[in-house]
């Protein structure tokens, strides 16, 4: 999510930095034999743990467009009854900065114990409003700024706005943790695919 007011120069993130971040997001399949699949458990869910939110765990299952608010221990009970394994870890990890009214997030995304850059992500929040729709166009006008300013620096790459159908996961306008978790998800559907595209190439 992307944020910033019209006017002005794109912001120096060097200039600020307050304290790193680090997010790690688990696909987590199912080890519980076929026949107990069936309507009952699904196959696979992503997961992630947010440190806004350290007593909480947050299960995506894309397939059925649904997002879980579940306690921490969650995981230690998943491990302990043995029903799901990890199947691919990604972090995300970098610095967190303070601008005004803005928070941004700049890291890099690593899959678990390697130092194989798969992406560079950038989160950027509006501090004052938690309405999405009344953000939007902060959020146009933020990427505009952005885009102009890695041009001018002859930065190779670009940014691509995600942003998922939340209605499709029973979100509202009002922006929550949910939401992050949901995005996040996404983000990291995105990079599988692009991985597995690329194995495919070669």
Not at 31 to 42: D, H, I, R, S, T
Not at 154 to 178: A, R
Request: glycine content about 8%.
């Amino acid at each position: 999510m992307g944020l910033r007011k019209a006017g002005g120069k794109p912001p120096s993130l060097s200039t600020n930095p307050c304290f790193e971040f680090a997010y790690v997001l688990c696909e987590c399949v199912c080890m519980l034999p076929e026949q107990a699949l069936v309507g009952e458990y699904p196959r696979d869910f992503l997961g992630i743990a947010l440190p806004e939110q350290p007593n909480k765990y947050y299960l995506i299952i894309r397939p059925l467009r649904i997002v879980l608010e579940a306690d921490s221990t969650i995981t230690t009970i998943m491990e302990k009854l043995q029903s799901y394994k990890q199947r691919v870890s990604l972090t995300f990890e970098g610095f967190q900065y303070q601008l005004g009214d803005f928070q941004v997030r700049v890291g890099k995304v690593l899959p678990a114990h390697t130092d194989n850059l798969r992406g560079i992500i950038m989160e950027v929040e509006y501090l004052p409003i938690s309405s999405m729709e009344k953000a939007r166009q902060i959020m146009e006008e933020f990427m505009t700024m952005w885009d102009q300013a890695v041009t001018k620096r002859g930065i190779p790459g670009h940014f691509v706005h995600m942003e998922p159908n939340f209605g499709e996961y029973g979100l509202g306008d009002q922006y929550t943790s949910q939401h992050t978790a949901v995005q996040y998800a996404a983000v990291m559907a995105q990079l599988i695919a692009t991985v597995q595209a690329a194995q495919g190439r070669h």
